[in-house]
């Protein structure tokens, strides 16, 4: 991709849906997630976790998906669309599910995401598309299993947030692979 690493989707929506509306530009805030959506907190918002306790810091204030898992999913007969998984970036150019727990996402004009870890697909993807849990989970060469359905983190440094925006990776000094959280 020329250009580099790059925002080309945003969306947000309040509310606990499961699909996320498109919107021109989104407003991260630090320590929250992006402003007016319902995952946004200092506290855990998904409602499962707060059913078991409801004190524990909101690791999935940002959700990211790669564009390339869009373009996957479609091929295998999906019909999915930015913000369709709940996600609020979409991106291309970066191997998100690849990137070390820590890494930093510098966007734009200076907000800043954390990687916290690994989006775990749930029942919630097949009621969406039948098949669709399946689709996005994988096996490496390994036979470890791979989750494909994005990243979650929080927000660091707040700011607007528009498609077209370039991405910058800080690594941590020490690589730790992405868990589910």
Known sequence: MSGGP??????????H??????????TLVAGLG???DGHA??????????ARDPTQPNLRQVHLIAGELHDELNAAGF???PGDLGENLTTR???LIALSAGARLHLGQGAVIEVTGLRNPCIQLDRFRPG??????????EGRLVRKAGVMG???????????????IEAPAAFRALEKV
């Open 93 to 95: 150019g970066i191997e």
């Open 41 to 50: 907190g200092a506290t855990v918002q998904h409602r499962s976790r707060v």
């Open 34 to 36: 992006v402003e007016g």
């Open 6 to 15: 790059r925002v080309t989707h945003v969306a947000s929506r309040p509310g």
């Open 17 to 26: 849906s499961f699909s996320k509306t498109l919107q021109d530009a989104i």
């Open 79 to 81: 019909e999915l669309g």
């Open 154 to 168: 929080i927000v660091l440094t707040g700011g607007v947030v528009k498609p077209g925006d370039a991405i910058r």
């Open 132 to 141: 669709l849990m399946a689709a996005c989970l994988g096996r490496d060469a």
